[in-house]
């Protein structure tokens, strides 16, 4: 079993990442970190869980520890759930202190030696990690993206092979994605708000990145441009987009793509067995009926039309957060770099 913590363990992610690790067969979950607010109180007591999977009581009485080196440095691997600002400096650190850093925050996702990894995706991105010890730590950090980014990563995985120069995309995001202090229901209920700030900025650029060519070295930017147009609607759970790619595919055999895809990496605890579900269904996906599907792991494709236009949809706490990190640390241990 590896040793594993789980930075910001009381927030929106953090909950997901304590969900997915109780009971993980590989890792063993010790160290929970939280704000000075929660530390030096049992997990049970301090965290107002609110997922809609029961509490796992086998972690209940870990006391929350202040976020910081000392309090992870003997993990084998731990997981960030931190705000960016804070997780800035404080994953360096861990990093440098020999640990590996599994981040859903942005802070390190576009610097040249981190891999930015949607594993079934670009797992040979993983090869930063040996740019980043050639420094002398065996500690590193390897990001996942954005929530939305990587449900738009997922759902291009079968279409890559068509081609395509220019992406258009509008995302309907779920409130689960600005975190539990994230927007008031004043705000949100009966109501969308067209705008979620830098998040445009993350998918126009991050998708260069994941669907670039790594050559030992560095990567090299995918030649494609992504416009994006971000939305808060009123939905738990769930990213939806809408996706417009320039490729005059035909749409069977792009269905077709889709439902023989299969991702290059196989055996890993978190990967589900449909990494992208097509469906045919004329009002699908949703993100109410679909979300769940594979553990929250799948990315759910439908109304696929000429132009090329479809609809995708993920679980953005989990396929797009939490879930992501922890396929992300069972690939890196899967290639022995742990
Ligand atoms: N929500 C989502 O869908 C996604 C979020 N992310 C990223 O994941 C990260 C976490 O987001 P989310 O879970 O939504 O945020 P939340 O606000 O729900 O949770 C923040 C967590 O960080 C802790 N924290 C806050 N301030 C400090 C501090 N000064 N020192 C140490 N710990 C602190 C909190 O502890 P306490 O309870 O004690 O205050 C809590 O555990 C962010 O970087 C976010 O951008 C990434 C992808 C998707
Ligand atoms: N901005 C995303 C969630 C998020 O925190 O993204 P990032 O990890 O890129 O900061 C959303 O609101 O749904």
């Known amino acids: 079993m590896i040793n594993v913590g789980v930075l910001g363990a009381t927030g929106a992610v953090g909950q997901r990442f304590v969900q997915l690790l109780a009971n993980h067969p590989w890792f063993r979950l010790t160290t ?7 530390a030096g109180k049992r997990y049970q007591d301090v965290v107002n869980w609110r997922l809609d999977v029961p509490f796992p009581e086998e972690v209940g009485s870990l006391v929350v520890e202040p976020t910081n080196v000392s309090a992870v440095s003997d993990l084998d691997i731990v997981f960030s759930a931190l705000p960016a600002d804070i997780a800035t400096t404080l994953e ?12 859903n925050a942005s802070s390190h996702r576009m610097d040249s030696d981190v891999p930015l990894v949607v594993p079934e995706v670009n797992p040979d991105h993983l090869g930063l990690i040996d740019v980043q010890r050639d420094r002398g730590t065996d500690g590193f950090i390897v990001a996942n ?15 890559m092979p068509f081609g395509f120069s220019h992406l258009t995309v509008a995302t309907m995001q779920a409130i689960s994605g600005a ?9 949100i209920y009966d109501n969308v708000v067209p705008y979620i700030g830098s998040e445009e900025e993350k998918m126009e650029r991050e998708p260069l990145k994941i669907m670039g060519s790594f050559d030992g070295s560095e990567i090299r930017d995918a ?4 416009s994006a147009s ?3 609607v009123p939905v738990i759970d769930g990213h939806t987009m809408a996706v417009w790619a320039d490729t005059p595919a035909p749409v069977a055999e792009v269905i077709e793509a889709y439902r023989t895809y299969a991702p290059p990496i196989s055996g890993l605890p978190h990967l589900p067995a449909e990494s992208v579900h097509y469906t045919d269904e004329s009002t699908r996906p949703q993100p109410r009926l679909d979300r769940n599907r594979g553990g929250g792991m799948t990315v759910s ?11 995708a949809m993920g679980h953005n706490t989990i396929r797009g957060a939490a879930g992501a990190s922890v396929l992300n640390a069972e690939l890196i241990v899967s290639k022995k770099y742990v």
Do not use: W
């Open 223 to 226: 030649p494609f441009k992504v």
């Open 179 to 187: 975190g539990f202090q994230g927007i008031p229901a004043m705000e």
């Open 230 to 232: 971000c939305h808060r």
């Open 301 to 311: 494709v439908g109304r696929m039309r000429e132009g090329l236009r479809y609809v």
């Open 145 to 159: 993206p954005n929530c939305s980014t990587i449900v738009l990563c997922l759902s291009l995985a079968p279409l």
């Open 32 to 38: 929970l970190t939280a704000s000075e607010r929660s």
């Open 92 to 103: 360096t650190d861990i990093a440098a202190a020999g640990v590996g850093v599994c981040s």
